[in-house]
Each structure stands twice: as C-alpha cells, then as structure tokens.
C-alpha cells in the first residue's frame, strides 16, 4: 500500500505561482511512477504531469507546458508541481497518483491516489 497527501493549494490571482506537495508513504518512493492530475467542477480528470525515476521520462499536459513543472526528491519521498503563470482556466482539484513502474498519461494506469488539494486561480 502507499498513501499520498497532497498540500500547497489555495487560492491565487491570475499570473501567480503556487506550489503543490505530495507526500509518500508505504513503499520504496523511487520504484513509483508518480502523477498530477486535476478536476474541475463538472468537468472529467484531466492529466497535468507526470515522472518517473526508474525511466526518466516527465511528460506534461499542452495545455501546462511551460507553466508547469514536475520533479521529485526521493530523499523526501515527496513529489513537487511547481506551477507558474496561473490562469483561471487551472482552478481545480489537484490530486497526485502513484503507480509502479513506467508513467502514464492515463489516470486509470494509476493504483493510489491523494485525497486532493484545491487550487482557485482569480481573474
């Protein structure tokens, strides 16, 4: 089992920054591939971002590309989205998600899952 706890949401002006933590228990933090999805109201889960130690690859979303950033510190068995450039359009729900092995951009490919962590973006 893993658990994830998600914190570092709030609310922020368009343009700012905010940075989202995910903490992980439960198993070795580097076999996990690790991913940031988030939910709008009335919206479907989307993927924001994703890494994963044992290949290397980080994939992003297009629509964070540039603003967004992912990365992990092992040490901490903690994975970082640093986002930049706010837009009103990323107010959601943000929930990371762990897996064995490779990353995917799939959420369904996920096995544990955070509680989430609210992110409003004022225009």
């Known amino acids: 089992q893993v658990q994830l706890v998600e914190s570092g949401g709030g609310l922020v002006q368009a343009g700012g920054s905010l940075r989202l933590s995910c903490a992980a228990s439960?198993?070795?933090?580097?076999?996990?591939?690790m991913g940031w999805f988030r939910q709008a109201p009335g919206k479907e889960r989307e993927f924001v971002a994703a890494?994963?130690?044992?290949?290397?690859?980080?994939y992003y979303a297009d629509s964070v590309k540039g603003r967004f950033t992912i990365s992990r510190d092992n040490a901490k068995n903690t994975v970082y989205l640093q986002m930049n450039s706010l837009k009103p359009e990323d107010t959601a729900v943000y929930s990371c998600?762990?897996?064995?092995?490779?990353?995917?951009?799939?959420?369904?490919?996920?096995?544990?899952w955070g509680q989430g962590t609210q992110v409003t973006v004022s225009s």
């Open positions: 439960g198993r070795t933090f580097s076999s996990l591939a």
């Open positions: 998600a762990a897996k064995a092995g490779w990353s995917s951009r799939n959420g369904n490919a996920y096995d544990y």
């Open positions: 890494n994963s130690w044992s290949d290397g690859n980080t």
